[in-house]
Each structure stands twice: as structure tokens, then as C-alpha cells.
């Protein structure tokens, strides 16, 4: 199946600071999906982006299909923040990366 | 909230014990995924489903089992429980089987003892 590699494994941050997330992956796939998993567990839909670039508020992402990456970038960053992003990449089902785990502290 | 939704939210059982976990797909949505997410696999697919018919297979053992029904929920059946099995496992759904969106159901957590 198809690797995805998403780093930093692990982010801590100040309140306030931002930040910028890498989603690598290692063939041609049909979309890509951005997750928050939150401390309770659930999985958030962050970004649908299987090209190019969406913003929602204070998080934004940008995917670049023909060099097979994608960044995530959040802003102004919250305590509410923390938890762990996901990156998905379908080519049949979704395959999902190893996560960044991220600790935003006040 | 997504939409999709999934019982039971905990379930604790013990080994070589059967269990059925249940997925409802949001509104309109034909198409029903499950995934296991545990410590040291991370998020893995099992198994989808597309208006009923089974339509991918990723690493589902052979002691678990799935089927979508004609109202479109789907259950998953896990038997011969082991302690390897404990693991938050999700249901997705989307509208149709490729290159749509797929959201997430809050997760069957199983602790099997």
C-alpha cells in the first residue's frame, strides 16, 4: 500500500505560536484528508484537499499532488488545539500516517 | 457531530468472546468504512461497503466479519476475542465509494480482558 509519512512526530508549542504540519506520501492518490483526533478520541474533518489550497479560520492547508505532499498550518495556535492531526490519502480506501502529535501549552 | 454514529461507546469483554458492533452512515451516504486504530498499528482500514455489497478489504482478520443492510447500517463482527483485538475501532461513511469525503463516527472503544 501506499506510505505516508507526516512529521514532526511530536509539536509543543506556546499559545499563540504557529505552526506547519508535512504530510509526505509515496504514489499518486485520488484525495487527501486532514483529522484532529482530540484527547476524547473523535476524529475531526479538518481539510478535504486533494489539490491545492483551503483555509478555515485559523488552519489552512496546501496540496501539492504533482510533488506528493501536503502542509497544514495553524495559526495563532490554542490550548484547544492540542491532540493528534492525521494525514489520509486515498487510492481505494484511506490510508492513514503516523500522526503529529501536537501539545499547545498557555 | 458528524452524523455517522456508532454503539456501543465502550464495551469491555473477555477473551474468545463474540461482540457486534453497530454503524449508522449519515444521511444519504451509500458507503460504510471500518477501521481499527490501535497503540502499535495506528489507524488501519478493514473492510467498506457500498450500498449493501462488501466493495474493499484491507486488514481484516479472518475471525472478524462485516455486512451493510438494506437500511444501510452496517454491523461488524468480531469473534474469538483476543487480547491483541482491544482497540478503538471506527465507522466512516461517504456519499458514494471514491474520491468523496469520509467522516468519521465517534468509535467503538473494546478492552478485551
Known amino acids: 500500500g501506499i506510505q505516508v509519512e507526516q512529521s514532526p512526530p511530536d509539536l509543543i508549542l506556546q499559545e499563540g505560536a504557529n505552526s506547519t504540519l508535512r504530510c509526505n506520501f509515496s504514489d499518486s492518490v485520488n484525495n487527501l484528508q486532514w483529522f484532529h483526533q482530540n484527547p476524547w478520541g473523535q476524529l475531526i474533518n479538518l481539510f478535504y484537499i486533494p489539490s491545492g489550497t483551503k483555509q478555515n479560520g485559523r488552519l489552512s492547508a496546501t496540496t501539492v499532488a504533482t510533488e506528493r505532499y501536503s502542509l497544514l498550518y495553524i495559526s495563532s495556535s490554542q490550548t484547544t488545539d492540542s491532540g493528534v492531526y492525521f494525514c489520509a490519502v486515498e487510492a481505494n480506501n484511506l490510508f492513514f500516517g503516523t500522526g503529529t502529535r501536537l501539545t499547545v501549552i498557555p | 457531530d458528524s452524523g455517522v454514529t456508532q454503539t456501543p461507546k465502550h464495551l469491555i469483554t473477555a477473551t474468545g468472546q463474540r461482540v457486534t458492533l453497530r454503524c449508522s452512515p449519515r444521511s444519504g451516504d451509500l458507503s460504510v468504512y471500518w477501521y481499527q486504530q490501535s497503540l502499535d498499528q495506528g489507524l488501519q482500514f478493514l473492510i467498506q461497503y457500498y450500498n449493501g455489497e462488501e466493495r474493499a478489504k484491507g486488514n481484516i482478520l479472518e475471525r472478524f466479519s462485516a455486512q451493510q443492510f438494506p437500511d444501510l447500517h452496517s454491523e461488524l463482527n468480531l469473534s474469538s476475542l483476543e487480547l491483541g483485538d482491544s482497540a478503538l475501532y471506527f465507522c466512516?461513511?461517504?456519499?458514494?465509494?471514491?474520491?468523496?469525503?469520509?467522516?468519521f463516527g465517534p468509535g467503538t472503544r473494546l478492552t478485551v480482558t
Open positions: 466512516a461513511s461517504s456519499l458514494s465509494g471514491i474520491s468523496y469525503e469520509q467522516y
